[in-house]
T-cell receptor, first 113, second 115 residues
Framework: DQQVKQNSPSLSVQEGRISILNCDYT??????FLWYKKYPAEGPTFLIS?????DKNEDGRFTVFLNKSAKHLSLHIVPSQPGDSAVYFC????????????FGPGTSLSVIP | GAVVSQHPSRVICKSGTSVKIECRSL??????MFWYRQFPKKSLMLMAT?????????EQGVEKDKFLINHASLTLSTLTVTSAHPEDSSFYIC???????????FGSGTQLSVL
């Protein structure tokens, strides 16, 4: 059973426009959510995170929104740049479960110049 | 910032041999390290959680005798794929918990190809 879902395997966005990547989760015990960016054959790099006690966190061009009632979060990238083209993983962790991080399947973002 | 070094980045081996992958936290002490496996176009699958000085905790479905994990110090964890077979070919990534509780820092990954 997939606890973290990213239903869009891929997304294409024009440069300068907004990219919105969505993530849904099923485990209500998750208390921290993270977004990672990954290039091929490289390890993921941390982008932004949000605690379950917040509903928004912003860092430069990246904003993460959390809707706990809907068990949904989204990553907004604005303006999108060609260098943002990568696979984005949504991840969640549950402090009570040895802090392990569960990753979604990822969404491949292509930003078209 | 925190850096995690993973070595080797790529390894090709014959079926039946064992392969060791090292994961080091370079500028911080990592009491907990995680090992992930990624299949092509698939998500990162957590294999095991490695705690310094104790036995690793394996996820369901991961063979502990096949994937030996050792976390002998606060800066080094190793994953040994024993008697590797072609189906073990994958991209393996380690991560370590940084000083900031919520962040994981990842190694650059190891592409294992078993012939």
């Amino acid at each position: 059973d997939q606890q973290v879902k990213q239903n869009s395997p891929s997304l294409s966005v024009q440069e300068g426009r907004i990219s919105i990547l969505n993530c849904d989760y099923t485990n209500s015990m998750f208390d921290y959510f993270l977004w990672y960016k990954k290039y091929p054959a490289e390890g993921p790099t941390f982008l932004i995170s949000i605690s379950s006690i917040k509903d928004k966190n912003e860092d430069g061009r990246f904003t993460v929104f959390l809707n706990k009632s809907a068990k949904h979060l989204s990553l907004h990238i604005v303006p999108s740049q060609p260098g943002d083209s990568a696979v984005y993983f949504c991840a969640a962790r549950e402090a009570a479960s040895y802090d392990k991080v569960i990753f979604g399947p990822g969404t491949s973002l292509s930003v078209i110049p | 910032g925190a850096v995690v070094s993973q070595h080797p980045s790529r390894v090709i081996c014959k079926s039946g041999t064992s392969v060791k992958i090292e994961c080091r936290s370079l500028d911080f002490q990592a009491t907990t390290m995680f090992w992930y496996r990624q299949f092509p176009k698939k998500s990162l699958m957590l294999m095991a959680t490695s705690n310094e000085g104790s036995k690793a905790t394996y996820e369901q479905g991961v063979e502990k005798d096949k994937f030996l994990i050792n976390h002998a110090s606060l800066t080094l964890s190793t994953l040994t794929v024993t008697s590797a077979h072609p189906e073990d070919s994958s991209f393996y990534i380690c991560s370590a918990e940084g000083q900031m509780y919520e962040k994981l820092f990842f190694g650059s990954g190891t592409q294992l190809s078993v012939l």
